[in-house]
C-alpha cells in the first residue's frame, strides 16, 4: 500500500483479473476495468502475470494548464473521488479509450516527447472521454451543469479547508449559496449531507496519516485539528469502529488502543 501526495492516477486494465486497495475499500476486477486515483488516495494492486494494461499517472495541476477550457472541469471533478470499476466485455469507452493510451505510450518514447504537447493533448481526450462516461452514473440532475459546478466548487473547498474544520455554514458563505443548497447537493450526488462528507475525509486522513506518519497518535490528532487527544480518538472509533491504537496494530473492533 502506499500513495503520491501530489499525483493522480487513472489506470486501465485490457487483459486479465486485478484487485485494487482503494482507502478502505476492496474490489476485485475483470478487464476492461477502470481505476482512478486522486492524488493522496491509499492504493495498492494485485495483478496476475497475464494482467495487462496502462498506467497514466499526472500532475493534475500541470495537466490543466494545457487543456482546452471545456475539457478542465471535468477532469478535476473526475479526480475529486477514487473509484474502480468493470466496464464489460462490449464497453464503448475502453474500445475509444484503449488507442488514446497505446497513441500516448509511443509518443512517450518519441526522443522530443518531453518538449512537445502532444502528450497532454492525448492525456486530456483520453480522461475527458473517462469523465464524460463517469458523469452519465451520477443522477439526473447533476446532468445539469450548475449543479456539477457548485459540487466540484465545494469538493475542492473541502480538500483546501477539512483541516481547519469549516462549518457547513462557512462553507456555504465562501461558494456564496444557502446551507441547505450545499446539503442538497451532496445528497443529490448519491452521498450524505455536506457535514457527513466534511467529517468523512477528516477521517479517511486520519486513517492515511496513521499509516505514512511515525508520530504520536496525539500528535496527529493536534495536526489534524484535534486539541484534545480523547476526543480524537472517539472520532476515529465513530468513523472506524476501532480505537486509533488497536488500528495501527492491525487488531480489529473492540478492541481498546
Known amino acids: 500500500m502506499h500513495r503520491h501526495a501530489g499525483l493522480c492516477q487513472c489506470l ?7 484487485h485494487v486497495s482503494l482507502d478502505a475499500a476492496q474490489s476485485d476486477l475483470d478487464a476492461p476495468a477502470l481505476i482512478v486515483i486522486p492524488a493522496g488516495t491509499v492504493h495498492g494492486f494485485g495483478f496476475r ?3 495487462q494494461g496502462y498506467v497514466l499517472t499526472v500532475d493534475l495541476e500541470r495537466l490543466l494548464t494545457v487543456a482546452p477550457a471545456a475539457q478542465r472541469a471535468p477532469i478535476e471533478t473526475l ?5 474502480a470499476a468493470n466496464l464489460g466485455a462490449e464497453s464503448p469507452l475502453a474500445r475509444r479509450v484503449a488507442p488514446l493510451f497505446e497513441r500516448l505510450l509511443q509518443e512517450f518514447r518519441e526522443p522530443d516527447s ?6 497532454g493533448w492525448l492525456a486530456c481526450s483520453a480522461l475527458w472521454l473517462i469523465a464524460a462516461a463517469s458523469a452519465e452514473e451520477t443522477p439526473a440532475e447533476f446532468a445539469l451543469g450548475l449543479g456539477r459546478e457548485r459540487l466540484r466548487r465545494f469538493r475542492l473547498l473541502v480538500e483546501q479547508r477539512f483541516l481547519q474544520h469549516w462549518s457547513v455554514a462557512r462553507y456555504a458563505r465562501a461558494l456564496s449559496i444557502s446551507e441547505s443548497s450545499v446539503n442538497r447537493l451532496c445528497r443529490g450526488s448519491g452521498r450524505a449531507t455536506a457535514f457527513d462528507w466534511i467529517q468523512q475525509r477528516l477521517a479517511l486522513e486520519a486513517r492515511r496519516r496513521l499509516i505514512y506518519v511515525a508520530g504520536s497518535i496525539a500528535a496527529i490528532g493536534a495536526e489534524l485539528g484535534f ?12 468513523h472506524h469502529g476501532v480505537s486509533p491504537s488497536a488500528f495501527r496494530r492491525g487488531l480489529g473492533p473492540g478492541t481498546d488502543g
Not at 12 to 18: E, K
Not at 79 to 83: I, P
Not at 227 to 237: I, Q, S, V
Open 12 to 18: 486501465l486494465v485490457r487483459q486479465g483479473p486485478a
Open 49 to 51: 502475470a497475464d494482467t
Open 79 to 83: 479526480f475529486t473521488a477514487a473509484r
Open 114 to 119: 518531453l518538449h512537445t504537447p502532444v502528450g
Open 227 to 238: 486539541a484534545d487527544p480523547a476526543y480524537f480518538c472517539r472520532f476515529f472509533r465513530r
